[in-house]
């Protein structure tokens, strides 16, 4: 049975678990342990833990030993409650291999990724090298049985056709359901919720969101899936035929790192520029930064690399500015070279004009910090980073988008997991 989430139980604080396809952002930060795989002895079987919960993900299947089955199974509540996703489609003459820590099941038309990408998030996604002779797409979900799917509406009576045009406005004047909530479903265990003390700690028994799916072409072109349904154990997407019809072959990547989550809370500060950590999951050529802020006047970002110490170190990037006002995502173009699983510092300040205004989501785990920028130019930041003069629990609304070396993939899915 479909039920449908009430608006008040949308979406905790504590993310993420982020599965998609093509690659979203993701974060990691000092004082949690940085997700990478590790391989079983004698087997094409990867593991990681995932959150403060340290909660198990498997990449293949344990039951085979000499070739690999692009399937991932989360565990849940220390192994109790598990739930596996594999393809119910094929993918002919696939080669597996690890590069950095992704994961890369090719084959001649179609292949399949997985990557940890930091402490909370796990990615995977399908590779289409040339136009697919189908629009829709089926997963089997085992162990679903135990699971309800609570499909969610928008919050108000919007357009799927046009979510490209919704807006996500703080001061509570055009507050809509984010659109990859939409048309979505939360996912809750049928039995299990709450806390006996001694006892695991269930919380809601909320355990994540698969989100509506996102399909982006290599000239940047956008569209939502016409269709998302979880039913009797199988999820399925289609995609708008037209866009496959007209979009660009082979498709290639443009990845992002760090959190583009829209965030639900404020911050504020006219004398203070703010710097967040985050972890690609391969390398590659930067070529923007994006971050979410109000105010009038220009917003500046960059990029630093990490001083082995889990701060800021020296500059890497180029500062680039955007100028503009109200609550929108601003695009800033920089270029940085970066490397696969290794931090960085993405910074944003406001100049004299506005200062700083930016949302954020509070994590549990401090992975942002504050410091005094030099003001009175609107294109340099302090270098090497003078440190912070505050740390906080936050994940900013800031992210870096990148074209990894040699990389070519495909259209989002994104599936957010609540640890």
């Known amino acids: 049975m479909v039920y449908e989430l009430k608006d008040g139980d949308m979406i905790s604080k504590k993310l ?102 930091g402490t909370e998030n796990m990615k995977f996604g399908i590779i289409l090298y040339e136009k697919p002779t189908t629009n829709t797409w089926s997963f089997q979900l085992e162990g679903w049985e135990e699971f309800d799917f609570w499909y969610q509406k928008p919050l108000a009576n919007l357009n799927q056709e046009d979510l490209s045009s919704w807006e996500f406005d703080p001061d509570g004047s055009k507050i809509n359901r984010l659109p990859s909530f939409s048309f979505s479903y939360a996912v809750y265990h049928k039995t299990k919720k709450n806390h006996v003390l001694g006892l695991t700690n269930y919380k809601t028994g909320l355990v994540g969101f698969f989100l509506l799916p996102k399909f982006i072409d290599a000239d940047g072109k956008l569209v939502w899936a016409e269709k998302l349904e979880i039913k009797d154990g199988i999820y399925t997407i289609v995609v708008p035929q037209k866009f496959l019809d007209e979009a660009k072959y082979p498709i290639k990547v443009n990845d992002t790192f760090g959190y583009s989550t829209t965030g639900g809370a404020t911050a504020h500060d006219t004398t203070l520029a703010i710097s967040y950590q985050a972890i690609p999951a391969s390398s590659g050529a930067v070529t923007k930064i994006t971050v979410y802020r109000g105010q009038s006047g220009n917003t500046l970002a960059a990029i630093y690399n990490d001083n082995g110490s889990n701060a800021p170190g020296t500059l890497l990037s180029d500062v680039g500015y955007a100028y503009g006002g109200g609550w929108v995502w601003f695009d800033i173009t920089i270029s940085a070279n970066i490397v696969g699983s290794t931090k960085y510092w993405l910074c944003m300040d406001g100049d004299t004009e506005g200062g700083l205004k930016a949302l954020y989501n509070d994590t549990g785990v401090s992975k942002s910090g504050s410091w005094n920028p030099t003001f009175g130019n609107t294109t340099s930041f302090i270098d090497p980073h003078p440190g912070f003069t505050a740390t906080y629990t936050r994940d900013y609304c800031i992210y870096a988008t990148y074209t990894p070396s040699g990389g070519a993939a495909a259209p989002k899915m994104q599936v957010i997991w609540i640890n």
């Open 16 to 117: 993420f678990l982020t599965i998609l396809f093509c690659l979203i952002t993701s974060v990691c930060f000092a004082q949690t342990k940085i997700s990478t795989f590790t391989k079983d002895t004698g087997k094409q079987v990867y593991r990681c833990t995932l959150g403060e919960e340290n909660d198990e993900v498997v990449i293949g299947d344990t039951s085979v030993s000499s070739t690999f089955k692009p399937q991932i199974t989360f565990t849940k509540w220390n192994k109790e409650n598990s739930l596996t996703i594999k393809p119910l489609f094929d993918i002919p003459n696939a080669v597996t291999s690890l590069v950095g820590n992704k994961i890369e099941h090719k084959g001649d038309k179609i292949g399949w990724y997985a990557s940890p990408d």
